[in-house]
């Protein structure tokens, strides 16, 4: 019978007799296998059989099967193997996820002298993302926020959201498995917890104005902009906890994809996505970590439908600014969330004239007790937008910014006054004129 060695990440508590190896990359993507000298780890002996059990994966081309059958066998309390009378039937929970390729150089470089000024303990937010990573490689950023941070505080907790490489959400088993690794890294007295990642998504909607003797094929020059975006938004600056979506960099981007382009107007929305409890009483917090623009008039906030056990038909969110007796906004920075539904004759009726608060400056939603019983969208996702105050975008505390360019709308624009067409601009202000600000519609289109 032989005797099982244990990986160990480093060499704290490891004595002379502790059975242990270690693991490092050589060359050509091999790894090499270190056991103890001695001093550090028991010493193998002169003529030892050694056994090693590996996995090979296919790395993220392994993502994705959710239909499995079953190949193994089962044993008894006393290790009998049992053979099954009928056929084994497998439930799939969640579809394969998280597998990665091997770790980048830039990743190396960027993470290794991280966890070398870690020295093995968890304090800082630098710490636990260097570890994290270590022990979770399908870690792609990692956001760690102090209980003292939250509202309402929560001393002695530390808050860990991850975005893994190849998927949305960690599982519950991961979840496991790293905190209970965390706990030989962290400081007696702290107690972790991995909260569910939230995604804050920036859309825009932009006219994108070009010189028609310049160009054969619109549709050809909308691809270049779409292939210029998407180019951005895998960028260091998004995708990532902290992240930071720059407005200006956006414009040019756009303007430079061809020289065809001569302008554009370009509006910037913020999206949260809203995963509805269905048939159950309960009530929603969406915060977007940016302050929203208030419009006096309404409809600063915007959502895709859905039902409530209060009425049978679809309905919406929106906004009405808390305002003055002259009709004027008062400076609160706050309205009331209402639920509406919109009428065949173009206008809309009420549902719920109070069913949330919406603070503007803090850039947070509070939905009431409902009862929401389906929606539009799969998965009882419903989709919240607001415009942001500020066009320059930033991943707040535990938000993980993302550019979405699928749900953007481009829409290419003739310039008819670079074009030649029109030299005094009266058909360009008639015919392709493009608001710079957002629309009043009741809908998220």
Request: with cysteine.
């Amino acid at each position: 019978m032989g005797k099982e060695y244990s990986l160990v990440e480093n060499i704290i508590n490891v004595t002379s007799t502790s059975e242990i190896f270690l693991l490092q990359e050589v060359q050509d993507e091999k790894y090499e296998i270190l056991f103890g000298d001695g001093i550090f780890g028991k010493k193998l002996e002169n003529g030892a059989i050694v056994t090693v059990s590996y996995i090979v994966t296919s790395g993220k081309d392994g993502n994705g099967p959710s239909s499995f059958s079953f190949r193994g066998s089962i044993k008894g309390s006393s290790d009998e193997i049992i053979v099954p009378t009928a056929t084994v039937s497998i439930n799939t929970i969640e579809r394969a996820q998280n597998g990665s390729d091997i770790e980048s150089i830039d990743s190396i470089k960027y993470f290794a002298p991280r966890l070398y000024e870690s020295q093995s303990r968890a304090v800082t937010a630098r710490d636990y993302e260097s570890i994290i990573k270590k022990i979770y490689p399908d870690t792609e950023s990692v956001s760690v926020v102090g209980g003292e941070e939250l509202d309402p505080p929560e001393y002695g907790v530390v808050t860990i959201s991850i975005k893994p490489k190849n998927g949305t959400f960690v599982s519950d088993f991961n979840k496991f498995q790293i905190l209970s690794k965390l706990k030989q890294f962290s400081l007696s007295g702290i107690n972790q917890k991995i909260v569910d990642l939230k995604i804050l998504y920036v859309e825009i909607d932009s006219s994108v104005y070009y010189n028609s003797s310049q160009v054969t094929n619109v549709e050809s020059l909308k691809t270049k902009v779409q292939n210029s975006l998407i180019k951005y938004s895998q960028s260091v600056d998004i995708n990532k906890f902290g992240g930071r979506f720059k407005y200006s960099k956006l414009l040019q981007i756009i303007d430079n994809t061809d020289k065809s382009i001569t302008s554009n107007i370009t509006k910037i929305r913020i999206r949260r996505d809203l995963k509805a409890l269905i048939n159950q009483f309960a009530q929603y917090e969406i915060c977007f970590g940016n302050k929203f623009h208030i419009d006096a008039k309404g409809y600063n906030i915007k959502s895709t439908g859905f039902k409530i056990s209060a009425d049978p038909d679809i309905v919406y969110l929106t906004d009405i600014p808390n305002k003055n007796s002259s009709g004027q906004l008062d400076g609160s920075g706050k309205g009331i969330i209402a639920i509406v539904k919109p009428l065949s004759d173009g206008s809309m009726r009420v549902v719920s004239k109070s069913a949330g608060i919406v603070d503007y400056d803090r850039g947070e939603i509070n939905i009431n007790t409902v009862n929401i019983v389906s929606t539009v969208l799969d998965n009882s996702i419903i989709e919240i937008q607001s415009i942001p105050e500020s066009n320059d975008i930033v991943g707040l505390k535990d938000l993980y910014l993302t550019f979405n360019i699928s749900k953007s709308n481009i829409n290419m624009v003739r310039d008819v006054i670079s074009s030649g067409d029109d030299i005094s601009g009266v058909v360009f202000t008639r015919d392709y004129y493009t608001s710079s600000y957002s629309n009043g519609e009741l809908k998220r289109s």
